[in-house]
């Protein structure tokens, strides 16, 4: 019996559902590098340049492993530019008995694999994608009856789940279940900060750089520098060298921005998670074990496995959970255009243009970078929430839409209407005066709320809660800022709100993709 088994390009596990207790001798891994996937975003260059890369890498380290692998580049002349168009071709050339698949990350591909039952006349078996450590009914199991779906409940659930920094008396460690209060710190220039791997493109990357060069110039973001690791081992070598150097003050600096760092203290593991080189269960367990042997502190490591044994876990959760409708959510009704310069990164807004310029070079930015300076600005202008998912989906290496999706639309836009997010994730300047040393270089004032020379996020932050008030005087968790905001008189409320309008009515005459 000859099994085609297609493995995908976030599928990059030695140890995939699909090929578990499979037969070498019978079974044919295809890998296709298909337009479809490249084309239907605009993805940042780098980003493809990533997958194809990897995809490639994969498919030695397979066959390495005695796998048999039908590899289908983009540039072949006879490829066809979809999965289920090269599945066909694949079921044309190999004559399989069955094709057996771990299930797509997302909606639209799973709907492909489970039409090729039908269109192929074979048995399809989709097995359970087991690299993550929460299962679909897990999840739901877990969120049925809960008023609200909070992360941190979920966390705590998958704490006891696993044992992860837990006590053999079932406590968690240290008394307290987390540990974010302690890990707001703004950062200085420390000439010391660990720097991330670099990795010097080999011949098969070279390749894909320039293929990648020629068939996407119009996509956003440069190939210049790739420096990012395409195998196992390197991912491995990357995870090597954050938890032996980056750790141990990842926790209190997670949230900082400082000019010219692009990764400060952070992991830069995401992609290679993403896409399958990592394992997300082991890199939580070498946190945990530095922390017992006294290498790195319970809140880093507390809040780095709670970026993936949380968050993680709970985004693909809700992806999956609320279903292929939750794209087209809009809670808030927003319906503006992003601005051209998310594209650019020409902006006087230093902050954005800090963010958005270190995005289009290396198609990374950190959490609190994409969470409150992009994400925060899209938000307080009343940016299209679909239009601000399918920036962040393009413009990152580790954006896959069952992770990507439910962050932005959900955590950063407030599009569910608070299925993730209990307010508004929305500040004035002064936020991000606090956690980084963007506003000092900038040609506005953090301090003005309106004049020429205002900070365009004060009168923005502000003009959003008049805008909304219906909605969220009622939050307690806003209940500090609409007080704030009652404490102007009828005048200076009637100047924020012009200025912000004024500011939204230049950004319009200014917007306009890519």
């Known amino acids: ?20 207790g499979a037969d070498p001798g019978s079974t044919v891994i295809l890998m296709m590098e298909v337009a479809e996937e490249t084309g239907y ?5 780098a980003k493809i340049a990533y997958i194809l890369s990897a995809m490639r890498h994969h498919a030695e380290a397979l066959r390495a492993e005695g796998w048999r692998v039908d590899y289908v580049p983009l540039d072949d002349p006879d490829n066809q530019g979809s999965f289920t168009g090269e599945v066909a071709r694949a079921v044309a050339r190999h004559a399989p008995d069955r094709i057996v698949a771990t299930e797509a990350g997302e909606w639209r591909v799973q709907a492909m694999l489970e039409s090729w039952e039908t269109l192929f006349g074979l048995p399809v078996e989709i097995c359970p994608d087991d690299r993550f450590l929460a299962r679909h ?15 941190e409940y979920f966390y705590r659930s998958m704490r006891v789940r696993t044992g992860l920094l837990m006590t053999p008396e079932g406590e ?5 279940w987390n540990y974010d209060t302690e890990n707001r710190k703004p950062a200085k220039a420390d000439l010391l900060m660990p720097r991330p791997l670099s990795f010097t493109p080999d011949v098969v990357t070279e390749e894909v750089l320039a293929l990648v060069a020629a068939r996407f ?3 956003p973001g440069s190939l210049d520098g790739f420096v990012y690791a395409v195998t196992r081992a390197d991912a491995e070598r ?5 938890f032996a150097h980056a750790l141990p003050e990842f926790g209190p600096y997670e949230d900082a921005m400082l000019t010219g760092e692009r990764h400060l203290w952070h992991s830069i593991l995401s992609p290679y998670l993403n896409s399958g080189l990592l394992d997300p269960l082991d890199l939580c367990r070498r946190a945990e074990a530095e922390y017992r042997a006294g290498r790195a502190p319970l809140n880093s490591a507390e809040g780095y496995i709670r970026q993936i044994l949380g968050w ?10 609320e279903g292929p409708d939750y794209v087209a959510r809009n809670a808030l009704d927003h319906r503006r255009a992003l601005p051209a310069f998310y594209w650019s990164g020409e902006t006087d807004l230093f902050c954005l243009r800090e963010t958005i310029g270190q995005t289009l070079a290396t198609a990374h930015a950190h959490h609190i970078q994409r969470l409150m300076v992009t994400g925060n600005f899209a938000l307080l202008i009343g940016a299209d929430p679909a239009e601000v998912h ?14 990507e999706l439910p962050n932005t639309l959900g955590m950063s836009q407030f599009g569910d209407g608070g299925i993730i997010a209990s307010k508004p994730y929305i500040s004035s300047g002064a936020y991000i005066d606090r956690m980084s040393d963007y506003c000092g270089q900038c040609r506005y004032d953090v301090k003005q709320r309106t004049g020429p020379d205002a900070c365009p996020f004060n009168a923005l932050y502000w003009d959003f809660l008049a805008r909304h008030r219906e909605r969220f005087a009622g939050n307690q968790r806003m209940r500090g800022p609409y007080r704030n905001w009652d404490r102007f008189d009828d005048a200076t409320q009637a100047a924020i709100r012009a200025q912000a309008a004024g500011f939204l009515a230049h950004l319009d005459a200014e917007a306009g993709g890519y």
């Open 312 to 321: 993680r876990e709970y985004m693909r959760g809700i992806y999956w959970r």
């Open 390 to 403: 399918r920036w962040y989906l393009e413009i990152y290496l580790d954006a896959y839409e069952w992770v």
């Open 137 to 151: 009914a897990e999840f739901d199991a877990w969120a049925e009856g809960r008023r609200e779906l909070r992360m």
């Open 41 to 45: 975003a605009r993805h940042h260059k």
């Open 217 to 219: 110039a119009d996509h």
């Open 1 to 20: 019996m000859i099994t085609l088994a297609p493995v995908l390009g976030d599928q990059l596990s030695l140890g995939l559902s699909s090929l578990a």
């Open 172 to 176: 968690p460690e240290g008394g307290r």
């Open 238 to 242: 990357q995870a090597d060298a954050f």
